[in-house]
């Protein structure tokens, strides 16, 4: 009878168990809405190291500048220009949903004006004399904005706080527990602070890598924070008690495995304003990453750096306008869209609408067609975001559909196009591949849709030019049939380094088309579609890069990387310019030179936990 009863009292547990269960799940997927719908935010450094021109809190971490010389900052920080409601509106009008803004950085400086036991501000301390922190928020919330507010939990100014810089700290936790307590107390106070006077939706924690949670006390911060917001959302920095994942400056390759992540990125290489940082990212670059992120299911965090002054840097304003350009045209291409289609499906960037009864894919150059693999579901018609000018042809077979964009106005960053459904949209991953033989290719008198399917055979590992009398060079080839396109044929010559004996090409994620490996797998063959709207993207390469030039006709071009940090193993992201005037009318062939046989990277972007 014990027994039974036992049994009877652990299954209602059980039950009781996953009805609670069941009622957390849509809570928490609810209070993650607005965020997940977002897709873009504004991410905002602003301290007393715009002063100098240097790098926020590291500078004096890493013994670049003494800690008095750094905090002398103070003295030129006036705020003189400073105007929120200006900021607020090129923000929105940016198209961004949410804002976050460092109210406290590692060294210590509180943008309000707070309260807790020796702290530092803006008000007291510096020449501002004035909360800057507040007038922010306020108009933030006038606009519709969520408030995201930016905590860094290590304060390395703070007499209580263990550790000073790379080489000093002041004591060790467990020979004085008090100390720590007493620091523990002082960063909940702040907390405390910024949740009830400013009711913020978003808390962006940083630095939770120099201590472990229990430290931290991380579990009883966050049951705190509830306290003033039950539905606060909190980044992944909380020592693992966050909402979501933050990737830092790399862009993913294969996407975090979170339902919701966020990739915070800069516009040049530096978070607060440094006016020597001149490698600025162009506006086409970050329209053309906000589509990355979003075919990824994911938000972009993109950063801006005010000088001391709440003056803006003109190259920050110029790109957050051509960002609001790209969103207003495509807005219902943007906001609460979910991750797109595998690159099985589509050898390129989209998305999904929220009820999957809308297909966008993201076009980063101008070209007469596209096609998709495996859509069980047959779309009814198919436009242009943004423009009612433009025709956009299909037929749907078999599941593959043939897009026809011969008269349609490209955008000069990224055009969208909107397959709609009357039903959700269901694909299948496991696609009946179309086969072509190459006499079939070489007959075609599409040209163009010849070179489009021998590329895609030898993406797939499938090199049709086998045992077919393709040399090496194109020269004194055996491959012409009865019907031969010279077109076709001209074209295979031409490229013949990139035809002979390659096998199959990038996994997804590292480029946003068709590729090609040579066989010593030390050469990347891209296959370029028609005319791209700025340099194409090449990602996750651990390789230096030996010479970049143009398959068949020898031309060296030019490259750049962005986001590579000389001690990390995180790759940077190449950017290849193709001269506008070496393009070929059917496809153009990169060849990318590697210093060794290829290899990828694959991993988890993280934060940076180090600055050197």
Request: proline content about 4%; hydrophobic content about 35%; some cysteine.
């Amino acid at each position: 009878m014990r027994t039974r009863l036992t049994n009877i009292l652990l299954l209602s547990l059980s039950l009781a168990a996953h009805s609670v269960h069941a009622q957390t799940q849509p809570a928490e997927q609810k209070k993650m809405e607005w965020f997940n719908d977002a897709k873009l935010g504004i991410f905002i450094h602003w301290g007393i190291y715009s002063v100098n021109g240097i790098s926020e809190s590291w500078a004096f971490f890493n013994n670049y500048i003494n800690h008095d010389n750094y905090m002398k900052q103070l003295n030129g920080f006036t705020a003189s220009q400073y105007q929120p409601a200006e900021w607020v509106k090129l923000i929105k009008n940016s198209g961004a949903k949410y804002a976050v803004i460092t109210t406290k950085h590692h060294d210590g400086v509180s943008l309000w004006n707070s309260k807790a036991e020796k702290s530092t501000t803006i008000p007291v301390n510096s020449s501002a004399h004035k909360d800057v922190l507040t007038p922010f928020v306020q108009e933030l919330k006038k606009s519709g904005l969520k408030t995201g507010l930016y905590y860094s939990l290590p304060d390395w100014s703070h007499p209580y706080y263990d550790i000073n810089t790379r080489t000093k700290k002041r004591y060790e936790i467990k020979n004085d527990p008090q100390r720590w307590q007493n620091f523990v107390t002082y960063y909940q106070t702040q907390l405390n602070e910024l949740s009830s006077q400013y009711q913020p939706d978003l808390l962006w924690f940083d630095g939770d890598w120099e201590h472990t949670s229990e430290e931290w006390q991380a579990a009883k911060t966050l049951e705190n924070l509830k306290k003033f917001n039950s539905d606060i959302i909190v980044n992944s920095r909380l020592n693992h008690h966050g909402d979501y994942e933050t990737p830092e400056q790399g862009i993913p390759v294969v996407p975090p495995q979170s339902k919701s992540w966020e990739l915070c990125y800069t516009m040049n290489d530096s978070w607060g304003y440094q006016p020597f940082d001149k490698n600025y990212k162009t506006p086409n670059m970050l329209v053309r990453t906000l589509a990355d992120v979003i075919s990824m299911g994911g938000n972009l965090l993109l950063d801006i750096g005010p000088k001391s002054d709440g003056t803006l840097p003109e190259e920050q304003v110029e790109i957050l306008k051509n960002l609001g350009r790209w969103t207003s045209k495509n807005s219902e291409a943007i906001y609460g869209t979910r991750k797109g289609l595998p690159f099985e499906n589509y050898k390129g960037k989209s998305s999904l609408s929220g009820n999957k009864k809308s297909l966008f894919l993201y076009l980063e150059e101008a070209k007469d067609f596209d096609k998709i693999y495996g859509l069980i579901t047959q779309p009814v018609s198919a436009k242009i975001v943004g423009d009612h000018n433009s025709k956009v042809y299909f037929e749907w077979n078999n599941g593959t559909v043939n897009l026809n964009l011969s008269k349609v106005n490209f955008d000069q960053d990224v055009t969208v196009v909107q397959l709609q459904f009357n039903d959700p949209l269901v694909f299948s991953k496991d696609i009946s591949k179309e086969k072509h033989s190459l006499p079939e290719l070489l007959e075609d008198k599409n040209s163009k849709l010849a070179v489009y399917n021998i590329a895609r055979e030898l993406y797939a590992g499938n090199n049709i030019f086998n045992s077919s009398g393709l040399t090496d060079d194109g020269m004194d080839m055996k491959i012409q049939t009865k019907k031969t396109n010279p077109e076709t044929l001209q074209w295979i010559s031409k490229h013949s380094e990139a035809l002979f004996e390659t096998g199959k090409g990038l996994p997804k994620g590292h480029y946003s088309g068709l590729s090609a490996l040579s066989k010593d797998q030390q050469t990347i063959y891209l296959f370029v579609e028609g005319t791209p709207t700025g340099p194409i993207a090449l990602k996750g390469i651990k390789n230096g890069i030996a010479r970049i030039r143009i398959a068949g006709e020898g031309s060296i071009i030019s490259h750049k990387t962005y986001n590579k940090l000389y001690w990390s193993q995180t790759p940077g992201i190449i950017y290849i310019d193709i001269p506008k005037e070496r393009l070929d009318k059917n496809m153009t062939v990169i060849a990318v030179l590697l210093d060794k046989p290829i290899e990828l990277y694959r991993e988890n972007v993280g934060a940076i936990e180090s600055n050197l």
